[in-house]
């Protein structure tokens, strides 16, 4: 089937670790999206990719880092710059191009104690 | 700077009656307006979407949004509303300039039905 996928669902970490999540998709969509997820707060953009190896901050990016080295790929790794990790984390797709409609994966829950 | 405004944080409907989420936004240009629906720990789902063209949009389960230019407004309607329809509703912008496709979000409508 096509989609996006998101791994793992849920992850726990100790303070001070690094993190990655994962996010793959098999729509061949050409734009790739990181969002974070707060109650109360809607979904931020933290890191975007509209083309293979190349990447651009969103609004909330520090303590984030991405790499988009193949199409259907785009993991975020969650640094311990991240002063406050815990969060619901969105990878999303879509076609190039202004205005296309954006896709959602099933999230994952990261909690760091 | 672009945004998305949602008034109602959260609202309450009783089975069968119809349903309308407030939504706002800022920017200069025609704007790309989506409506998204979130059950609890779940991705979004799109429920519709604006481009260009009929002010009125249908979109699926029955929803339906109007974009009205004058009031920077596309606000989310429902005649009937069942139970399977609580869950959370975003009101979305698509960014202008070098972001493309990108979207900025309001912070969302809980919604809650009751019986």
């Known amino acids: 089937d096509g989609g996006i996928t998101q791994s793992p669902k849920y992850l726990f970490r100790k303070e001070g670790q690094n993190v990655t999540l994962s996010c793959e998709q098999n729509?061949?969509?050409?734009?790739m999206y990181w969002y974070r997820q707060d109650p109360g707060q809607g979904l931020r953009l933290i890191y975007y990719s509209q083309i293979v190896n190349d990447f651009q901050k969103g609004d909330i990016a520090e303590g984030y880092s991405v790499s988009r080295e193949k199409k259907e790929s785009f993991p975020l790794t969650v640094t311990s710059a991240q002063k406050n990790p815990t969060a619901f984390y969105l990878c999303?797709?879509?076609?190039?191009?202004?205005?296309?409609?954006?896709?959602f994966g099933e999230g994952s829950w990261l909690t760091v104690v | 700077a672009q945004s998305v405004t949602q008034p109602d944080i959260h609202i309450t409907v009783s089975e069968g009656a119809s349903l309308e989420l407030r939504c706002n936004y800022s920017y200069g240009a025609t704007p790309y307006l989506f409506w998204y629906v979130q059950s609890p720990g779940q991705g979004l789902q799109l429920l519709l979407k604006y481009f260009s063209g009929d002010t009125l949009v249908q979109g699926i389960k029955g929803f339906e949004a109007e974009f009205k230019r004058s009031q920077s407004s596309f606000n989310l309607r429902k005649p009937s509303v069942h139970w399977s329809d609580a869950a959370e509703y975003f009101c979305?912008?698509?960014?202008?300039?070098?972001?493309?496709?990108?979207?900025?979000f309001g912070k969302g409508t809980t919604l809650s039905v009751s019986s």
């Open positions: 979305a912008v698509a960014r202008g300039g070098q972001a493309g496709t990108a979207l900025i």
């Open positions: 999303a797709s879509a076609r190039g191009g202004s205005g296309n409609t954006i896709y």
């Open positions: 729509l061949n969509h050409d734009a």
